[in-house]
C-alpha cells in the first residue's frame, strides 16, 4: 500500500489562529516546487497573517482551504474576492499548493471543489488564475475543473534566471445578464488654464484625493469602483501613508488657481508581491475629463516609467475597461499591448464589461 494512502484526507476552511501553522506549510511546499514562492519568502508574510484570516473569514473577503492529513497541512488553496461592488464576484486563485508525496490522489481536484462551492455559495460569477506555462500538471487540472485560457503574460516570472510566461485562465460560474457593453468615446470636458505640478499627496492633503476619485468615477462608466465606495479622508490619509512606506510611488497631477489646489490626475506603481515578478510593475494612472488630451498623462506616464527604470523594472503591466476606447488608445500609444482579453468580465448600468490586461516591456 502506498504512504499516506490510508488517513482521511480533510478540506476546510483555515481557522484565524492557524495562520502560523499555514505558513509553515507554505514554507515546506516552497521547497518542493519551483513554481511558488521562493523558499524562505513566506516569511515576508508573517506579521498580521491571523488578523488577515479573521478579516476575510467576517468580510468573506476571501478563503484559505487546508487539506489536512490528520493534524498535518499538506495542502492549501488562497481565493481573494474583488474589493469593488462591481468586481466582488470574481474570485482570483492566487495561492495554491500540495505536498509532493501526496500529489496525483485527487487532492487539489478537492480543494477546487471546496473553493468552487464557497464561491458559488456567496453568488460569484467568475474565478481566475495564473498559471506558468511549463506547468502542466496543473495546467491539466484547471482545464479539467472548467477552466480556459485568457491570455499570455510573457516574462511573468524568473525561475533560475531564465523567463516564463504565465497563462491566465478563468472559470465562469453563472452567466452575467446584460447585452456588452459597446466601445465609446467620450469627448474631453473644457479645461480650465491653472499652473499643474506633479507631486506626491501628503497624508494630509487626503481631502484632495477624495474629491478628486468622487468626481472621476461619476463622470464616466469606465471603472469598477463606485463614488460611494470612495475612502473617507480619515481611511484615505491612512492609506497614503501606508503607500509611502510600501515602497511604491503615487503622483498627482495638481492644478493651482485663485481657488486653491486641486487634483486633476493621478497615477501610481508599484512591484508585483512576489519576489519571482518583482521584474514587472503594476501601473495606474486616471485623468479628469477636463484634463484629457493636453499632456498630463503623458506626464504622469513618464514619471512612472521612470520609476520603474530605476527600481529595475523589466516590464510594466496595467488593465482597463474594453469599452473605454480612449484609455486603450492612449495605452497602446504608450507602448503597451493587450495579454489578456477577459470577456463579460462584470457589470455596470446593467452592461456587461470586458477587462483588458496590458503590458509594456522596457528595454535596458
Not at 476619485?213 to 479622508?233: D, W, Y
Amino acid at each position: 500500500m502506498p504512504e499516506h494512502a490510508t488517513p482521511d484526507i480533510v478540506i476546510r476552511a483555515a481557522l484565524p489562529e492557524e495562520g502560523g501553522a499555514l505558513l509553515e506549510a507554505v514554507g515546506r511546499i516552497d521547497e518542493e516546487t519551483e513554481f511558488l514562492g521562493k523558499p524562505g519568502e513566506y516569511r515576508r508574510w508573517r506579521d498580521g497573517v491571523e488578523e488577515r484570516l479573521a478579516v476575510m473569514r467576517d468580510k468573506r473577503s476571501g478563503i484559505y482551504l487546508l487539506a489536512l492529513a490528520g493534524d498535518e497541512i499538506i495542502g492549501f488553496l488562497g481565493g481573494f474576492a474583488g474589493v469593488f461592488r462591481r468586481s466582488g464576484g470574481i474570485l482570483y486563485i492566487g495561492h495554491v499548493g500540495l505536498r509532493r508525496s501526496w500529489r496525483g490522489r485527487g487532492i487539489g481536484t478537492r480543494l477546487f471543489t471546496a473553493v468552487e462551492d464557497w464561491a458559488r455559495a456567496g453568488g460569484a460569477w467568475r474565478l481566475e488564475l495564473r498559471v506558468d506555462e511549463a506547468n502542466e500538471r496543473g495546467q491539466a487540472l484547471y482545464r479539467k475543473r472548467g477552466f480556459v485560457s485568457e491570455g499570455r503574460i510573457a516574462e511573468a516570472v524568473f525561475l533560475d534566471g531564465k523567463a516564463h510566461a504565465h497563462y491566465w485562465m478563468a472559470k465562469t460560474l453563472r452567466p452575467l445578464d446584460g447585452a456588452d457593453w459597446r466601445e465609446i468615446d467620450v469627448a474631453p470636458g473644457r479645461i480650465e488654464p491653472a499652473a499643474l505640478a506633479f507631486r506626491p499627496i501628503r497624508p494630509e492633503e487626503a481631502g484632495l484625493v477624495c474629491r478628486w476619485e468622487r468626481q472621476l468615477l461619476a463622470e464616466t462608466s469606465f471603472h469598477l469602483k463606485e463614488p460611494e465606495e470612495v475612502l473617507t479622508e480619515t481611511a484615505m490619509a491612512q492609506a497614503l501613508a501606508d503607500e509611502q512606506k510600501a515602497g511604491r510611488l503615487a503622483l498627482a497631477a495638481v492644478a493651482r488657481d485663485r481657488d486653491g489646489e486641486r487634483v486633476v490626475g493621478y497615477g501610481s506603481i508599484a512591484k508585483e508581491l512576489g519576489l519571482r515578478m518583482q521584474h514587472d510593475c503594476l501601473c495606474t494612472l486616471s485623468l479628469l475629463r477636463t484634463h484629457w488630451g493636453v499632456g498630463i498623462g503623458r506626464g504622469l506616464m513618464a514619471r512612472l516609467e521612470e520609476w520603474a527604470r530605476e527600481h529595475g523594472a523589466r516590464r510594466l503591466s496595467t488593465s482597463l475597461l474594453a469599452h473605454n476606447r480612449r484609455g486603450l488608445r492612449f495605452a497602446q500609444a504608450q507602448g503597451f499591448a493587450i495579454e489578456v482579453d477577459s470577456p463579460r468580465f462584470a457589470t455596470i448600468d446593467r452592461s456587461v464589461v470586458r477587462r483588458l490586461r496590458l503590458a509594456k516591456r522596457l528595454e535596458a
